[in-house]
């Protein structure tokens, strides 16, 4: 017979999950209610205020996707894409190319802008792109977790609108972390995860969309492909007069994202963003004296998801099982092109203290010597 | 600002969610780890394992989806067909409407066979459908959650296997409830959902797909068109010698499916199946008593999910709306053609109790007089 859970704690300092508060561990364990009773309804109007607040948008839609960040990813361009649309793509990494995949399987023209991994993309290769080109859309990563680069949006944001497409931005990992602010930066469309600086369990992924972006839903000719992530219908549930039943939402997880959600406008979103880049400051001096080095330079930095390089001659397997055999320290290995590689080490919502720094630094130091 | 979460616990005696058993909202709380942890990797094999028995099969490829129990529906769809390709899907309630839908997204020929709302379907209507069109699936659902109605199995299953299709279901709710034979029925492709008799909260999907299923993955010519529901990666993650990342896996939803597993297999299938029955004919008894008409003929009723004709003269959302605000207690409302004419009432999983059968009797008692 399967043993009752007890898995070992960790300190989460990977690229998400990140720790999470026991505050919301608790609401995670609240007693279930049905998805159409009108103490969820109000539960939901909550968690879709503190998400516009957190986005800094006063889009409607706004609210949570039913599924992981990459669900919100595949909403994005199957909702806002046809067969045959054009679809530009920034790729500097994982999540880039990950937004290619899905642009192809929604039939759609993809034009990729490519910069090299670890870099931001360069406003003027978008300016060069869409001379090319008309997309409807160009889409790009603000905080690529694969390279832990921080991607500038406002200039860009400017050109794809006078091109007259629509701007389609990933903050999975920047939200909740360092400023994202949907309206003044004029995106149009957004998603995120609750993984990351949300400090939730991984499970949801917090969108957002303004008006254009739904006229443009509103004129398709054709049927969104995905019927779970078709926001004609999931509109109607989370802002419709009606709260039409679509699918059966996530009860327990919207819970946890409520209190998460709670917990962030407590701390104040320019607290939360001067705690994570001070405790990004702490790390950063300390594996710098060690002698690591940031793959990043330093004005692109992440402050909640650093990328290092793993020096010659380190057995970078062995280091990080050690740290999560001896000291349950997770932190997160290169992807793609660059595994084996980098390390990752995020400093996420409740996983941004002085506390997870002093233990990853004691901990490299007593096993690299 | 937004307050911490306290909502009134209810008696969930609806559609489903049902109520989460107490060990189960604990292992919700279980502390956060990493999806790529050994620790993880080793409750997701259990998960499986337990799934399996649950199922009643030993398909290697049986996990949950990382999203609720209808993206467990499209991930077969999207998975097993192709643009071009033709789908029967039968029809006598909401879900099979889904199923339709889902087919035609996927650029699939859709071949319907209807029977009566309240009704099973005929094996002769699947026989002679298959006798005019050679499908490379068929579709059914085995517990319509709409009407209430069990679905038999096992001659259509044979007769579509004649016919050199696979034989998809629907086991929403019926999984946990009632027996559900996935090898021995000849079941090639099936999802569930965690949230009916399971009685873990809503958000994931269990799945499970045989060898026939996975070898016409393997052959496709085209990408699956969600990327997020693509199996050729989701494999990888859940079965795979190197366990790749695809996303993020919802730890904590994971958590609680592996508890509510282990209670359904403390208890043993047989053993819940006949609670399910022994509180269905209390309530079927109880009901019958104070005249409540079933709308399904006896042999084709479903033990979990009773829908009963609302009486003239009857304002069917007072009651409804009384029984949840006067005495916690949630019952459903009819569905598509049966909104307003029926009510349905779940005894599933943990909400399969004889109190509950007596609370709801109590209440109907009261209000009806």
Chains 1, 2 share one sequence.
Not at 329 to 342: H, P, R, W, Y
């Amino acid at each position: 017979m399967v043993k009752e859970l007890n898995p070992r704690a960790r300190f989460l300092m990977g690229p998400g999950p990140s720790d999470v508060n026991p505050m919301v561990l608790k609401a995670l364990s609240t007693p279930m209610i049905g998805h159409l009773d009108p103490q969820f309804i109000e539960i939901m109007d909550e968690v879709m205020e503190m998400t516009r607040q957190l986005f800094q948008t006063n889009n409607q839609l706004t609210s949570v996707i039913s599924a992981t960040g990459s669900a919100g990813m595949e909403t994005c361009f199957v909702n806002l894409l046809e067969p045959g649309d054009t679809a530009m793509v920034c790729v500097n990494g994982v999540f880039g190319n990950r937004m290619c995949d899905i642009v192809e399987r929604c039939g759609a023209k993809l034009i990729r802008v490519d910069a090299p991994w670890g870099e931001p993309i360069a406003p003027g290769q978008v300016k060069d792109a869409l001379e090319k080109s008309k997309p409807k859309l160009v889409a790009i990563v603000h905080a690529e977790t694969s390279t832990g680069v921080l991607q500038p949006l406002t200039e860009i944001s400017k050109m794809v609108h006078d091109a007259g497409a629509l701007f389609v931005v990933d903050t999975v990992t920047s939200l909740g972390g360092t400023q994202v602010k949907v309206d003044e930066w004029g995106i149009d469309a957004v998603y995120s995860g609750t993984q990351k600086c949300i400090s939730a369990p991984p499970g949801l992924s917090p969108v957002s969309f303004n008006t254009k972006s739904l006229e443009i839903m509103d004129q398709r000719k054709t049927k969104v492909q995905s019927w779970y992530l078709d926001l004609s219908m999931i509109r109607k549930y989370w802002t419709g007069a009606k709260r039409a039943y679509h699918h059966t939402g996530p009860i327990s997880m919207v819970y946890a994202v409520h209190e998460a959600l709670r917990i962030v406008h407590q701390e104040g979103l320019e607290a939360r963003f001067e705690r994570h880049l001070r405790n990004h400051k702490k790390l950063l001096d300390g594996l710098e004296a060690m002698g690591f080095e940031f793959l990043v330079a330093p004005e692109y930095r992440l402050p909640m998801l650093n990328a290092i390089k793993i020096p010659n001659g380190v057995d970078e397997q062995t280091v990080r099982a050690r740290l999560l055999n001896e000291y349950n320290i997770e932190i997160g290995a290169g992807l793609g092109d660059f595994a084996g590689k980098v390390w990752r080490i995020g400093l996420m919502g409740e996983s941004s203290t002085p506390n997870h720094v002093n233990l990853l630094l004691g901990a490299l130091k007593d096993i690299l010597g």
